[in-house]
């Protein structure tokens, strides 16, 4: 074959180029995106205006990142990137609960809170009860299990989307279960809200017909010793956007029910068990 570069060839003289002693993982990824990459631009026969507007995209999409906003992530979520590779490398054996998308809301440092405290400060929205057990496969109990909650607030928006409007913190606790692996604590029953759609990401939704909404969910991270991180969310059941999810988030099995409750404190309750597998996982899953 020619060493020279021409339509037929292209893929395979770009991969020629990588030197022997590159690693042999970026040689598999960059070989097969390269191979990839070259047969997308053959099958559609990509115009050179097209070629100019993509590259347009992706400039303006990097500009818009900052400490703050990551709109990569945010393009990675829409086009079902970020569910696919979490589907690939957390494949957990039946009961055990599913991890869905991070978001990029959350926020390292929120407050320790004592069990049944309320995370929700602003004073907005409905409040829920939310309770449970985090455990394992076997229904035993897990100790000292730290579960991470954040959610929006009642408008729809996340704290740091409106540090200057919501009060530090706001919707955000930490909680550490005790030996019997239980949790409760109160928070807003989440609405639905648009992603952050005043970028080129949220241009992209419009022009493919796509709304930016996301069902309402509380986030939840789950970290125990010996145990594999949960990275998840429970979904409040029959919310409008459960089947449209923007980033591809919801599951089956993480759709809950908030029950109307005569409590002091909550208006609803949200039951939810955390279940947890061993950490190197024992399942045949890879
Ligand atoms: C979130 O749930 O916070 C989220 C997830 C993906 C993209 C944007 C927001
Ligand atoms: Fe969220």
């Keep these: 074959m020619s060493a020279y570069f021409n339509e037929a060839n292209s893929a395979h003289v770009v991969n020629e180029r990588m030197a022997p002693e590159t ?17 997308f631009i053959k099958d559609v026969q ?5 070629w100019e507007t993509a590259i347009d995209f992706l400039t303006r999409t990097g500009q818009m990142c900052s400490a ?11 086009l079902g990137l970020s569910m696919l590779v979490d589907a690939i490398h957390h494949r957990r054996p039946e009961g055990a609960t599913e991890n869905t998308v991070f978001g990029p809301f959350f926020v390292e440092g929120a407050p320790e809170k004592t069990m049944g405290s309320c995370i929700s400060l602003d004073e907005k929205g409905e409040l829920c009860l939310y309770e449970g057990i985090v455990k394992d496969l076997n229904g035993e109990p897990i100790a000292q299990a730290r579960i991470h909650a954040w959610s929006d607030n009642a408008d729809g928006f996340y704290d740091v989307q409106q540090p200057d409007q919501q009060p530090k913190w706001n919707n955000r606790g930490v909680f550490t279960t ?6 409760h604590f109160i928070g807003i029953k989440p609405v639905s809200y648009p992603i952050p759609d005043d970028g080129p990401v949220g241009q992209l939704l419009k022009q493919l017909g796509r709304h930016p909404y996301r069902p309402a969910h509380m986030h939840f991270m789950i970290e125990a010793p010996g145990y ?7 979904f ?3 919310d409008n956007y459960l089947e449209s999810d923007t980033v591809f988030g919801v599951k089956q099995s993480l759709v809950t029910a ?4 005569e409590h002091p404190q909550a208006q609803w309750r949200s039951t939810f068990d955390f279940v947890l597998v061993p950490h190197p996982r024992t399942s ?3």
């Design 23 to 39: 690693s042999p993982r970026l040689q598999e990824v960059m070989g097969s995106l390269i191979q990839h990459l070259h047969a």
């Design 46 to 50: 990509l115009r050179p205006e097209e």
């Design 68 to 78: 703050e906003r990551q709109e990569f992530i945010l393009l990675s979520d829409c």
């Design 178 to 183: 005790d030996a019997d692996g239980r949790y």
């Design 228 to 234: 594999d991180k949960v990275i998840t969310h429970t």
């Design 236 to 238: 409040v059941q029959g």
């Design 258 to 261: 908030f029950d109307p409750i």
């Design 284 to 286: 045949t899953a890879t």
